[in-house]
């Protein structure tokens, strides 16, 4: 096992894995900006390394800072969270390169689950259902009519690149492919630096539902079941529920089993997840993430595992020693994810925060960074705390998330918490009866 790890990241998920590595005993280096300088995940590490200034580029993207950092301290291994260089092959390939253990998969596998069209085609092969769409990159806007006219409106127009829901455009009827065309792919060149674009057919009401995998090094592949993930605003997810109010225990296992058996052909290694729409009783692969996810935290609710403590056993070469037989799932959890925005407006807020109460009790979790008096900079992802609940059912989860939100305090700033209220309240929510497009339209009322 590792001695000590170099945690790539800030905020709560730099915490997250501290806390993983603190219990396995391991020792932990955190990097920071100049402006996480008094940051909590700086505060708990074993010891600390200034990467660089606030602009991420220069320090929480800059390889070479975080590689010296690791080589001075005498880390094992280093551990990206989610985001910033999570999904970079090429930081992969460096940090094996300097003698570490990068806490993922393969540089092979994150570059072909980077280009979406890459990871399509892989699919495909491997016979995981898809969206229908064009058989690859978009060539010309005559292709795009071509396949348009072929999948029928309405169409999405999405970045070979993608992420964070950038670079994606919807064309309901021919007279909108021309700009959803053009427009796409301005935004996917100014976002990640490549203009290629694919199409998919548009789902009306579908429900972002995906599939979290472990595979180690041994050839054993499980999955933890399922999170739905369809409560958005402009494709980004807020809350997240395990399991997902519409999928059976046989689905699960009939998804599962398609898709660990696929995995193993492709020989993936460490944490994944398989992303799907699901509409009308069928799954459709929309991208693979090949990394820790925000929303984690639901899955090991309800299945009682640790996911970043499997990851870390996984690249020191551990076998899982469990099968899918010993993998139950218990109850039902909810993550809400608090960011320092308007409720209302989503205009950013950072700030100081004068003073932050968490709240308690049982099968309450809080993943956060936050203390009275920390002051959330302007410089990066909103995300200030996952506030995640675990009851045995869903009725239970609801109640236990509106008992957990009222108790919680962020004093100073705005933040989402009077949202997450608004909509644990809601009888619809509270059916279980929503689509991906259910939010956007709660929000929109709440403003309107
Ligand atoms: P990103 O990598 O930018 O997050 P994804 O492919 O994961 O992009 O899609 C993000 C979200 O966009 C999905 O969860 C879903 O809400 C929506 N979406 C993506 N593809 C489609 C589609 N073909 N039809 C309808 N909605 C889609």
């Known amino acids: 096992m590792f001695g000590k790890v170099l945690i790539a990241n800030r905020g709560e998920i730099a915490l997250r894995v501290h806390r993983a590595c603190q219990e396995m005993g391991i020792r932990t280096v955190a990097v920071h900006s100049t402006a996480d300088a008094t940051a909590m995940h700086v505060r708990l590490a074993d010891e600390s390394v ?8 220069d320090s929480y993207l800059n390889t070479a800072a975080i590689l010296s950092a690791a080589t001075i301290t005498g880390a094992d291994a280093v551990h990206p969270g989610y985001g910033f260089l999570s999904e970079n092959a090429r930081f992969a390939e460096m940090v094996e390169a300097h003698g570490l253990k990068f806490i993922g998969p393969s540089p092979d596998h994150i570059r ?27 060539e010309s806007l005559e292709e795009a009519r071509a396949v348009a006219d072929q999948i029928k409106y309405p169409v999405l127009i999405k970045a070979a690149a993608g992420g964070g829901g950038r670079g994606m455009k919807v064309a309901r009827s021919a007279d909108e492919l021309e700009e959803a065309w053009r427009v796409a792919r301005t935004e996917a060149k100014s976002a990640f630096g490549d ?28 999955h933890f079941g399922e999170r739905d993930c369809s409560l958005q605003r402009r494709h980004q997810k807020l809350v997240e529920e395990a399991g997902s109010p519409v999928l059976s225990a046989a689905d699960r296992e009939a998804l ?32 693979m993430n090949t990394r820790l996810q925000v929303e984690h935290p639901v899955t090991e609710m309800v299945c009682g595992i640790d996911l970043v403590k499997e990851q870390i056993r996984i690249a020191a070469g551990e076998p899982l020693g469990y099968g899918q ?61 996952k506030l995640v609940v675990h009851a045995p059912s869903r009725p239970e989860a609801i109640g236990r998330m509106r008992r957990a939100l009222s108790e919680m305090v962020v004093a100073g700033i705005r933040t989402t918490l009077p949202l997450h209220q ?9 059916s279980g009866e929503y689509t991906i497009h259910w939010l956007e339209r709660f929000v929109a009322g709440r403003q309107g």
């Open 50 to 57: 200034c990467i660089g200034p606030p602009n991420a580029r």
């Open 112 to 138: 072909m689950m980077g280009d979406k069209i890459a990871a399509k085609d892989a699919m495909r092969r491997l016979d995981v259902p898809l969206v229908p769409g064009s058989p690859g990159a978009l």
């Open 195 to 222: 203009d290629s674009v694919y199409m998919e057919k548009y789902l009306d009401r579908p429900r972002h539902i995906e599939l979290q995998v472990l595979a180690d090094t041994h050839g054993n592949v499980v």
């Open 256 to 287: 599962g089993a398609r898709v660990t058996s696929a995995l193993a052909k492709l020989g993936y290694r460490n944490a994944g997840t398989l992303e799907f729409l699901w509409q009308d009783g069928q799954f459709a692969f929309i991208e």
């Open 325 to 385: 037989g010993d993998i139950r799932f218990a109850g039902h959890a909810i993550e809400c994810r608090i960011t320092a925005e308007d409720p209302e407006t989503f205009a950013p807020s950072p700030g100081r925060v004068n003073t932050y109460h968490a709240p308690g009790g049982l099968g309450v979790r809080v993943d956060s960074a936050l203390y009275s008096g920390y002051t959330v900079p302007p410089h990066y992802d909103s995300l200030v705390a």
């Open 422 to 430: 608004a909509v644990m309240d809601d009888p619809e929510f509270q």
